[in-house]
């Protein structure tokens, strides 16, 4: 090794402050629309909207992101993670501060579906940071951490309804959201430049054996999405339903956010020791998932915690997993492949709030929860017919 690469490495920043910048920026990326659905109650009351168009907010944030994903992943193999990730919490701040200012539901709607724009970018840059920046024999745990962040970014939407929301008002929360996301964006470290394979890179997740493998994951991963991403959207809403007052649902949704986001690092942790078959760990957290959502769906204050903390726990706890599975598949173009399948993700993601709302309009918000169990079932079983 010569002189130069050994002071490059010595410039290396830690595998803590990678992940911290990692956590911080995909935070931020998915503050707009999680503390859009946090905030549910309050904006419904001073907006004038129901559940059928926070459905449909929801919806359109993650539609933007599954139309961009393809191309986010094609730029960030060319800009870099470190660029990537910049522009995408830069991206995400902007649109916080003008939510922040929104005086009509269609002003509100209108930026969160731009937000899905620099999350697309940040996503596929946060998993070329990890697998760059993280040791091989850590990345199960750096996957965890880069995911970890979601249900972070709705637990400190639970927080901020008693905290901020009812008490200095929900403008307030956009605006410190922003604020964040501004700091998050210039502390992105610097890492020497990754070798990449430009062939790899320019081929795409088709053309090759590996595509296969990529779709059932990607679709599988939408059906899965489509039932968790309605945990961060209606966990609130459901819960002064059955009976708590929207102060106590915020807390509530702060409890589901953290069983899944100590399940997400524990995964990760195993990930890494066992080496087990991730993709069949991932199956059994599904359809334990969906578990939670029928409980979620039984008219019982107390059933419905445990419901809440199971389908975090289990239900939304999976993609950390499922980011490192592809990361495995696709060692050579990690930005490229967890795009593809990011795809699905966010067209789940999308149609499972929007399909939600209307359900929960139409047969109520109990039928909707049994809903979406069966979307976790089918993506479990779907996972079972996936071959390395």
């Not at 991963?221 to 966990?235: E, I, K, P, R, T």
């Amino acid at each position: 090794m010569s002189v130069l690469d050994e002071e490059q490495l010595d410039r290396r920043p830690g595998t803590v402050r990678v992940l911290g910048s990692v956590a911080a920026v995909v935070t931020v990326g998915v503050f707009p629309v999680f503390l859009v659905g946090g905030l549910g109650v309050q904006l419904q009351r001073e907006l004038g909207f129901g559940a059928a168009l926070l459905g449909l907010a929801t919806a359109g944030f993650f539609c933007v992101a599954a139309l961009a994903s393809r191309s986010m992943g094609w730029v960030v193999e060319r800009i870099g993670s470190r660029l990537g990730m910049r522009l995408g919490a830069a991206g995400a701040a902007v649109c916080l501060f003008g939510m922040a200012a929104a005086q009509h539901s269609a002003w509100l709607v209108a930026l969160l579906w731009i937000a899905g724009l620099p999350n697309s970018l940040a996503q596929p840059a946060a998993n070329l940071l990890v697998t760059q920046g993280v040791p091989a024999n850590r990345r199960g745990m750096g996957f965890g951490v880069k995911q970890s962040s979601i249900p972070a970014a709705t637990l400190l939407a639970g927080v901020a309804v008693p905290a901020v929301a009812l008490t200095i008002g929900w403008r307030w929360v956009f605006v410190f959201a922003g604020l964040i996301g501004l700091l998050a964006a210039v502390t992105v470290p610097k890492l020497p430049a990754a070798e990449r394979s430009a062939k790899a890179a320019a081929s795409g997740a088709s053309g090759d054996s590996k595509f296969l493998p990529l779709l059932l994951i990607a679709v599988a991963g939408g059906l899965g999405s489509a039932a968790a991403n309605s945990l961060g959207s209606f966990v609130t809403t459901t819960a002064v339903d059955v009976g708590f007052s929207p102060a106590a649902a915020g807390l509530v949704l702060s409890l589901g956010s953290a069983a899944g986001l100590t399940i997400r690092l524990a995964a990760g942790v195993v990930a890494d020791r066992w080496n087990p078959d991730l993709l069949r760990l991932i199956t059994a957290m599904l359809l334990l998932g969906s578990v939670g959502y029928g409980l979620m769906a039984a008219d019982s204050t107390a059933l419905f915690l445990v419901g809440v903390s199971v389908g975090f726990g289990a239900g939304w706890a999976w993609p950390g997993l499922l980011n490192f599975a592809v990361a495995k598949i696709a060692p050579d173009r990690v930005a490229s492949a967890t795009s593809f399948t990011q795809t699905g993700i966010y067209f789940g993601g999308s149609a499972g709030p929007l399909l939600f709302g209307f359900c929960a309009e139409h047969v109520g918000l109990g039928a909707a929860w049994l809903a979406a169990g069966v979307a976790a079932v089918v993506a479990g079983v779907l996972l079972l017919f996936v071959r390395r």
